[in-house]
């Protein structure tokens, strides 16, 4: 079976500023990686590359052995969802309205079926806001809003799930069902990618970290293996120490 995505000596600049340099890495369903780096590192620009909103430079970005860019938009969508960092909040949609729109793609046209209605109410359901699903959206909170577009990339059924900073907004425990989920659907056989600054909701729930530090792919392990190679810790900050939960998972400690 062909390899899910491979990311080939992608580099990518705006103008007076270098970003991304010779990126290359592979990725198959199952996996929840989580990409890192600090601010400018260029974490969402590779997210845009990877949705195919922007296009590399140079190099080359294959879904299933294909260049991103060959794949109509509509075959495209139905194999890549991505959530950004920021998405119009005031939409005059209810929530069920909101999340069937991640069955666009599927759909006969503007109608949706009965099988469009399950996937938007178990996606829903994952991401605990069924009880929303007629409440107008623009009348929820931010972490709320933020459950119902989560829901929506959900619901889409894609290959391939990328996520730009998926618990913003949320409170801790809608932080943990997040990655719960996310993880979960990378079992279920999904490639999920999520940039995230929290590493120990990373550590715990993801299964292979990429560092973005200055241009490049400074690291890329599994995250059973972060608390052999901490130096990586150094690149984000120097306040940084690692350390064991009582069951020998690794955990960062700040100072």
């Not at 907004?169 to 999904?190: I, K, S």
């Amino acid at each position: 079976m062909s390899t899910l995505l491979s990311v080939n000596k992608v580099s990518f600049g705006y103008p007076g500023r270098h970003v991304l340099d010779s990126i290359n890495f592979s990725a198959e369903g199952g996996e929840f990686i989580v990409l890192m780096g600090i601010n400018g590192a260029g974490k969402t620009t590779l997210l845009d590359i990877l949705a195919g909103l922007r296009f590399p430079d140079c190099g080359d970005i294959l879904l299933r052995d294909r260049p991103l860019r060959a794949w109509p938009p509509r075959e495209r969508s139905r194999r890549v969802s991505h959530l950004p960092q920021a998405t119009q909040q005031d939409l005059p949609f209810t929530v069920e309205q909101m999340v069937l729109m991640g069955r666009y793609v599927h759909a006969d046209r503007w109608f949706e079926s009965d099988e469009d209605r399950r996937y938007a109410e178990d996606a829903m359901r994952r991401m605990d806001c069924l009880q929303f699903r007629y409440r107008p959206f623009s009348s929820l909170s931010g972490g709320e809003k933020q459950r119902i577009l989560l829901a929506a990339c959900v619901a889409q059924c894609p290959e391939l799930m990328l996520f730009d900073e998926p618990a913003t907004y949320l409170d801790v425990h809608q932080q943990l069902q997040c990655f719960t989920t996310l993880a979960e659907l990378a079992r279920e056989g999904a490639l999920c990618i999520a940039i995230t600054h929290d590493l120990n909701l990373a550590l715990t729930h993801c299964t292979r970290v990429l560092i973005l530090h200055q241009g490049k792919l400074a690291a890329d392990f599994p995250t059973t293996e972060a608390a052999k190679a901490s130096e990586w810790l150094t690149w984000l900050s120097p306040r940084l120490r690692m350390t064991h939960t009582p069951e020998g998972n690794p955990w960062v400690l700040y100072r």
